[in-house]
Every structure is written in C-alpha cells, then in structure tokens.
DNA sequence: GAGTTTGAAACT
DNA sequence: CAGTTTCAAACTC
C-alpha cells in the first residue's frame, strides 16, 4: 500500500525487470517490504512465523514492522505498514529485546528440537534481524559443531556458504528454497545444484537479480543502529546460538528469514523509512543471512564467542549490505578479518578472503571495473572463506587493517566496503549524495548481471563431488577468479594467491598437494597464524583506496578518481617492468605506485611513484587549499601556488562571493605568468587583510574545546614572494585535541627531525588528525607510521559518513589510510561540506567542529578525527597525488629534510580568536571555507614555529 | 604448453 | 635489516 506509492517504491520497480512480479508480491506486503515471494513459498513458515511475530513483538508498530519482512504480506499488512515508519525507533529498541528473545525461543526450540528446522524457520521469519542472526550462526556452528566428522561439517558449511553466497548474490535462491531447504546442503547441495532444472533456476535467479539490485541501498541508513543492535544480537546470538545447529534446511530458509531482519532494520534505521519491496527486502536479508552464516562459521571456529559480537554484528550489517554485492561481500569478509588480528581464528580465512582486503592476490587480476568479480565466490571457500575472488581489482581498502581496533575497523571495513563498490563505480560513487538504493542499484546491476552466472556456475562447480576441470584454466577461472597453481607450497605460503587472498583453493586451481582445503582446515589456519605472527599484516589487503570517496563528493572529479587512487601499502619493487606488468602489484591492483615503492623506472599507468593517485583536480584544491591558507597569513604566497608544471594558481572568491566558487571552495586559476602572479598575490593580500579585519574570520568554525587554531608547521625554504612562486608545498594540517591547532609539516622528511618527531607525537595524542595533502615526492612521510595509528579512526569515520544516517548526509568520505605498521604511505584527507558535497577547503572544515558531522555523533573514542566536524575525507591517504608525478615537484619546493625548512607558527593571539570562533558560519560550506581561511595561524617568516609547538605540546 | 621473466615471499 | 633464495604468477614464444 504505502509502499507501492512511495517513491522509493517507484524507483525500486522500475529497475527491476522484473518488478511486475514482485511488485505484486510487495503490493501484499504491508509497506512494500512485504515478504518476498521466496519466504512465502515455504508454507511451514508462515505458520511458525506468525506465532513468533505474536510473541515478539506485542507491540502493533514493531509487528508492523516485522511483517513487512516477510510473513507474507498478510501478516504484515494486518499490522499495518505505516506502523513501520513510526515503529522505526521503538524497533530498534525492541529488535534488541526482541531477538534476544527470540534466540531464547530458537535456543529453546531448536535445543528441544535440534533437527527440527521448521522452528527455526519460523524464528527466521517471525523475527527478522534476530532471527537471521542468531539462526543463521547458531545453524552454523550447530553444524558444525555437530558435525561428528570435522570433513562433513567442514563440506556442509562450504555447501552452506555457497548457497549462501549464491542466495546473496541472489544468483541462485533455488537451491535454498527447494532442494536446500529439504536436503541438507551438503548432500543435496552438488547434486541438486546440478541437477536441478535449469529454468526453475533461471527463474529464480531472474527475481533474485532484480531483487538484488536495490537491496543494499538501505543499509547505509540503518548500518549504524544495526551495529548497535547487532551488537546485543550478536552477542545473544554467540551466547545462545552454539547450541543447536539446523540443518542445512534451515540454511535455505535462512536465507529468507534473514531478509526480515534487514528490512526491520532498515525501517528502524533508515530515517527515511523506505519502505522496501519485497525483492529488496528478501535481498538484503538474504545477505543479512549468508554473513551471518559465515560469521557463524568463522565464529565456531573462533574460540571467544563474546568477543567479537560487535564485529560480527558489523560483519552482518556489513553482509546486509553487500547481500546483493559481491563486492561488498568480499569487503565484508574482510571486515571479519580485522578483527581477527585479535583473535585469530577469527582472522582466518574468514576475514583475509576479502577482496575487499585487498589483498593483491585477492585481487583478481586487473578485472575491469566494471568486471565484477565473476565470481566472488570460490567454490571451494567455505562459509567463512567467503570469497575469493578478488577479482575486485579496484577493491582497495581503505580502511587500515590495523590489528588494533577491531571494532574500528570492522565498521570502517564495513563502510569501506560500501565505499569500495562504489568506488568500484565512478559513477556510482557520483551516486554517492544520492539516495542509496540508487547506487547500490547500479552497484548490484553491474555484479549480478555478470556474476550470477558465474556464481551459479561455480556452484554448479564447486560442487566437491563434481569438480571440474574446465575451470582450470591458468591462474584465472573463466570468471575471472584467481586459481593458484602452486607446485611445491602446498598452498600453505602466501605464494599461493588462494592462501594470501584467505580463501580456500578452488577445484578448479591446479595446485597440487594442496592443504588450504576446509579439509585441512586446522594445518591452514595454523599456517596462517605463523605468518601473521611474524608479520600481522601479512594477510593485510595491501591495496588502500583512499580517494575513491571523493566521486561521491564531487560529481566533477568523478572520472577524474579512479581506482589509481588507491595505493599500496607497501609499494612495489619493480625493476623491469616498469610497473606497467602484472608482475608489479600495484599495477595489478590498478592503483599508482607512490612513494611507497622502491620501484624503478615506473610508469605505471595508474600513477607513477611518486604520484599520488588523486586527481589533478583534487591536487589543484588541495595546493590551493593549503596555500590559501598559508597565503591569507602571509603576502609570501599571496594566494598564489605554483604546481609542479609551473603553473600558478590563484585562489579566489575565498572570501568573497561564492557564486563562482567552486567545489572546493576555491577556485583555482592558471596564471601564466609572472604578472599575474603579483597581481593576484596583491589580491590575496588584500583579502588576507580583509579577513583579519573582518571579525567573522574569528573562527566561528572553530569548536573552542576540540577545535584550535592551526599552527602552522610549514617549514619552508624561502619566504616572502618567492614563497609566493615557489609551489605550494603540501601539508598536513592536524586536528589535536588539545587547543592548538597545527600545521604539521609533511615534508620533514625524517622521522627524526625533531620537528617531525614532534608532530608525530601531537599526531599521536591528537585525536583528531587532517591530512591536507603531502603530495611533493619530496615530502617526506614520516608521519605516515602515525597516521596509521588513526587509520581505524578514519576508516570508522568513513563508515559513518557512509551509512550513518545523518539528516544531512555528509559527503565526507574519507580514505584510511594503511594501517600498515611501517607503511609509509600518507594520508592526506580533507573534508566536505557538509550536505553540500563539497570539499571544503581542508583545514577549515576540519577544524570546525560543526554539529552536522556525524562524527560527533560516533563514539568519541574511536574516532576524534571524527571531531574535526564536517567529517574528514581521506584524499590522499598516502604520498602523493599523482598529479605531482606528472607535474614533478618544482625544484623549488623545500624537503622536509632541508635545512633551511622552517616551522612557522601563529601567533597566540591569532590562535585564541579562531578559539573563540563559534560554528555558526560552518553550516555554509563557502562560507566555512573563508572562515576557515582566517583561521589559519598567519604564516610569517619572523615566527618561530617552535616555540608554538612546543607550547602546545 | 613449455620456457622465461619477474618480483613478492620466504629464508638466512 | 639486507641479501639471497624460493616460489608462482605473468609473460613470451
């Protein structure tokens, strides 16, 4: 009813095809989000559901709320859809109790009546969140750890995850409703799979695919409360949940319990309330299953139940998400893997597999974006292992794996994940401000149409029984997925790319003496112990995409980012090939070389070393950005930056009128020559003045607790005018929580210089941290080590900003960056406006605390970075653009390194105004900008910036 | 398909 | 940490 009108509705149908269908299905649904065909075909399950709706939720709004998952619309309707809306809030508090109840109910149930899935079945549907949850884990890990034969349960579990992979991916629901729900998957699960007909199949992978395309859309508003409500779900499920496993049956079903939950919880979460059609809601709880699913299995594995709850709650939501995406679902896994550093069971496979980690093995050989990873889903990965294919070529990740932050970096994963698919897209990302169904539509158009039938194949395939060697063909299958050929590894090295990527070998690889077999499953993730025990980031995604967010941002740079933004952690070490073979796994992974590599003669397409892999433009505002900054305090720059090609570039309208301005805030002009240089230094001098004169620079933008006034770390060589010609040296403009703000120099090249260590230890303490960008090849990183430290932050942040639903979502994005230990990639991240999609220009937005970030809002304590307000984006997460690598840096610009650098610092007075300045002028993000201008610590030769610093510290 | 090249991973 | 060896993918023919 309500559904259908909506507008959501309305969209939702007319990208599916086959929507007719389902659009009729929803039309039976209360809200639209009525039950998906799927869970309505299986006649025991509306019985059981119903009852449980009964209990669970008394309250007409959360019943309402929950029909529309799936009791078939009946059900649902009878509560009534616009209950939904209204019961959004009082469900999420009473999911929570709900499904703590309800795991109680399935506990009890499925104790009493282990075998029995019908109540299980019925506690999937009756609950939606909770249900999936705690069904699917306990299904999971009853499996196996009922499972006598450590074989059985190690297969079933595969048959399980690859139904649930394929479910999710909506490629085949088939197996999961007729022959998974009855047989057990593992038997039934090859037979069936090829011997079930194919157009019943067909069929049902057409709905699925229609479905599947939209469903992830909601997740973003709803992420953060699900990792909130996961969380208790998750820990009810770990503590409930081990006891009775269902049978794969109830895997089938599963799958479309799991959609319930999601929908509830899009309808708690999603301020919006968008009501779902019953094919987006089936698919988002089909994710919701199939991670749960695999959670469960990495969980059984894992030996702390309680420990992870929150992770596995994100890896859920993360699953929801991505249900549709393979993509995402690889991210999704590697969610699951960051916490493993923590435990490493966990790790496992389970988390590693992640294309999303981006492990260069995991990543597929340079697919095309477009390319969704054929196959996402080797048949050979267990539940746990999802999947394999990296063929995510873009995937990067953004978040650092970090070993610390579990919790941090799931949600940044898991944010990472939605951002990596659409990084994967540009124009998806450019979708980004868009309401989310619509890129994940796009998203999950892309992956299904390709990957269903690979999926499908492979689940043909992998059918343990029925191995086939068709598939084996070189080192990629058919669809694209890596296949390893190892020799004398045994598949337990990080040669082996299976092994690297966290997956298990494929049938189809052509590896001999494999052992990274679920089989083998114990002497695996003991190999994959030692390895991480020697270096724990061994299994770390080496690939870190940070400006993939940017598209979202700003729909003009859209094309200009491109998964060459990403880098990699370590970096190559290429010597012959240039970086333009396979062979350099930057190349691989289709990110630019950067600073990071050692490699040799590169030219690398994706950007050269040296280059960050961030758009000109992007360079462009940064430089601006940072010498507007500077240029406002000091006639030196006077506004004017020259880039590495020589050029000059002016800042305008950074005070003035915002008709022109752009994106950024600023616009940027080429000056061609010297004359206008002067000109337009004049001209910033001008407004410098004004601005100090104008009392409205007095940092309104600036929270007086969090917020400080940069001090200016810059070190330069030369001041005054020649500053002003000398090109804009990059700098990283941190976020301390304490009063002060800084300027960290990132040129210092060295570590330690005591400038820089000096910075590295403000960075440290500082919470909050804004990267403007460090782009100079010549800049120094040093500082990188810390950033990692913050990357969980980050990425948490770039979590929120993607799936916290704000009511104004905040463009922010943000890349994190490597959380590799030594990685010395830089991280350089700038903020949007907020709502306005706009970057703002760097440090102003940053510095301001402003009530719209979402960051606030986060938990103070993963992220202060947070505080920085408008959100921090990670530009450039580690050295620089690579715009500088085709614009060599100007032999003018000063190494952090050089001597004659020097620290410039803002006076105090300067400082305490920004201090005082309330956030009110932040809410404009042009306006935001030009306070921003003032804020900044007039950079004048004369000041010492020592003294500054070593006050603040 | 065999052989070579390449660079990461592993080892010392 | 640097140098060497091993390894398997990428590449070439």
């Not at 189809?508 to 990274?516: E, K, M």
Request: net charge neutral; hydrophobic share 25%; proline share 6%.
């Amino acid at each position: 009813m309500v559904e259908s009108e909506s507008p959501f509705s309305n969209y939702v149908s007319r990208l599916s095809p086959i929507k007719p269908v389902k659009a009729s299905h929803v039309a039976q649904g209360l809200l639209g989000i009525n039950s998906p065909p799927l869970v309505f075909t299986s006649p025991r399950t509306l019985s059981d559901r119903q009852t449980n709706f009964l209990r669970r939720f008394q309250c007409p709004q959360i019943s309402g709320a929950e029909i529309s998952k799936n009791d078939g619309g009946s059900k649902k309707s009878a509560d009534g859809p616009e209950d939904l809306r209204k019961s959004s809030t009082y469900l999420n508090s009473r999911l929570i109790v709900d499904v703590q109840k309800s795991n109680n109910i399935n506990n009890n149930s499925e104790q009493d009546q282990p075998g029995s899935f019908s109540g299980c079945v019925d506690e999937y549907l009756s609950d939606p969140v909770d249900v999936d949850c705690a069904d699917s884990v306990n299904l999971v890990s009853q499996n196996v750890k009922r499972s006598d034969d450590a074989h059985q349960s190690s297969e079933s579990n595969l048959t399980k995850s690859k139904i649930a992979i394929l479910e999710s991916d909506g490629t085949i629901d088939m197996e999961t409703k007729g022959d998974a729900s009855q047989a057990m998957p593992e038997q039934d699960g090859e037979d069936p799979k090829e011997q079930s007909t194919s157009e019943t199949k067909k069929e049902k992978i057409e709905e699925e695919g229609n479905i599947v395309e939209q469903p992830s859309h909601v997740f973003p508003n709803f992420v953060s409360d699900l990792l909130v409500d996961h969380a208790s779900r998750q820990q009810q499920c770990n503590t409930s949940g081990a006891q009775a496993a269902p049978p794969h049956e109830d895997y089938g079903e599963d799958g479309e319990t799991v959609l319930h939950g999601p929908v509830q919880l899009i309808t708690h979460h999603g301020s919006e309330v968008m009501p779902l059609n019953g094919s987006q809601v089936s698919q988002l709880h089909r994710g919701m299953s199939r991670r749960c699913l695999q959670f469960e299995e990495a969980q059984q594995k894992t030996p702390m139940d309680g420990t992870y709850s929150l992770d596995s709650a994100i890896t859920i939501i993360g699953s929801i998400s991505s249900s549709s995406n393979t993509e995402l679902e690889i991210l999704d896994s590697s969610q699951v893997e960051l916490p493993s550093s923590s435990s490493k069971k966990q790790t496992m496979f389970v988390s590693k597999p992640s294309g999303f980690g981006l492990h260069l093995n995991s990543i597929v050989n340079t697919l095309p974006i477009g390319c969704s990873a054929s196959e996402p889903i080797m048949s050979h990965h267990s539940a746990g292992y999802k999947i394999s294919c990296s063929k995510l070529p873009n995937l990067v990740e953004r978040v650092s794996s970090t070993a610390g932050d579990d919790v941090l970096q799931t949600k940044a994963s898991l944010a990472t994940g939605s951002a990596i698919s659409e990084s994967l897209h540009t124009k998806e990302t450019l979708n980004k401000l868009q309401p989310p169904e619509h890129q994940i539509t796009l998203h999950n158009n892309r992956r299904f149409s390709s990957e269903h039938a690979d999926n499908f194949e492979e689940f043909n395939q992998s059918s343990p029984k029925k191995k086939r060697q068709d598939y084996k063909v070189s080192s990629t299958d058919g669809d694209g997925c890596k296949r390893c050929n190892c020799k004398k590894t045994r598949c337990l090295k990080r040669y082996c790319d299976c092994f690297a990527a966290g997956i298990y070998c494929a049938e189809t690889c052509a590896c001999q003496g494999c052992f990274n077999r679920p089989e083998y499953e114990d002497t695996v993730l003991e190999a994959r112990r030692q390895k991480e025990s020697h270096n724990p980031l061994a299994f770390a995604p080496k690939i870190a995409q940070h400006v993939t967010e940017f598209h979202a941002i700003n729909v003009e740079d859209a094309g200009l980012f491109t998964p060459s933004s990403g880098r990699h952690k370590t970096g190559c070490n290429c010597k012959r090939s240039m970086c333009v073979k396979k062979y350099c796994e930057c190349y691989q992974a289709n990110v630019g070389c950067s600073n990071a590599c050692r490699c040799e003669g590169c030219k690398n397409i994706h950007g050269r070393k040296e280059a960050c892999g961030f758009s000109f433009q992007l360079y462009k505002t940064l430089i601006l950005m940072t010498i507007y900054h500077v240029g406002n305090f000091t006639s030196s720059f006077g506004g004017l930056v020259k880039d590495n090609l020589g050029k000059t570039w002016k800042c305008h309208r950074m005070f003035g009128s915002t008709e022109n301005r752009s994106e950024y805030g600023m616009t940027g002009e080429i000056v061609s020559n010297r004359a206008n240089e002067e000109r337009l230094e004049s001209m910033a001098d001008n407004k410098f003045k004004m601005i100090a004169n104008n009392k409205f620079l007095h940092a309104e933008l600036y929270d007086p607790r969090s917020l400080t006034p940069p001090t200016p770390s810059f070190e330069y060589s030369s001041h005054g005018k020649e500053a002003a010609k000398s090109r804009l040296l990059p700098g990283r403009y941190v976020l301390s929580s304490e009063p002060d703000f800084s300027m960290l120099p990132s040129y210092a090249k060295s570590t330690s210089s005591p400038s820089n260590s000096h910075d590295n230890d403000k960075l440290r303490k500082t919470s909050k941290t804004l990267d403007v960008v460090s782009h100079s090849q010549e800049l120094d990183y040093n500082i990188t080590e810390t950033m990692g430290q913050f990357s969980p932050r980050f990425d948490e942040l770039a979590y929120f900003s993607d799936h916290t639903p704000l009511p104004n979502p905040s463009p922010i994005m943000m890349a994190s960056s490597s959380s590799k230990t030594r990685d010395t990639a830089i991280v350089s991240q700038l903020c949007l406006y907020p709502g306005s999609g706009r970057l703002s220009s760097g440090g102003s937005l940053q510095w301001r605390s402003s009530p719209i970030t979402p960051m606030t809002r986060l938990g103070e304590t993963k992220t202060q970075a947070l505080d920085s307000g408008c959100g921090l984006y990670d530009i450039l997460e580690d050295d620089t653009p690579e715009i500088f690598k085709e614009y060599p840096p100007p032999v003018t610009s000063v190494k952090a390194s050089s001597p004659h650098k020097k620290r410039v610092s803002p006076p105090r007075g300067h400082i305490q105004e920004f201090q005082s300045s309330s956030s009110a002028s932040l809410k404009s993000g042009r306006k935001f900008v030009l306070k921003s201008v003032p804020s900044f610590p007039p950079l004048t030769p004369c000041i010492d910036p020592k003294d500054r610093t070593q006050q603040k510290y």
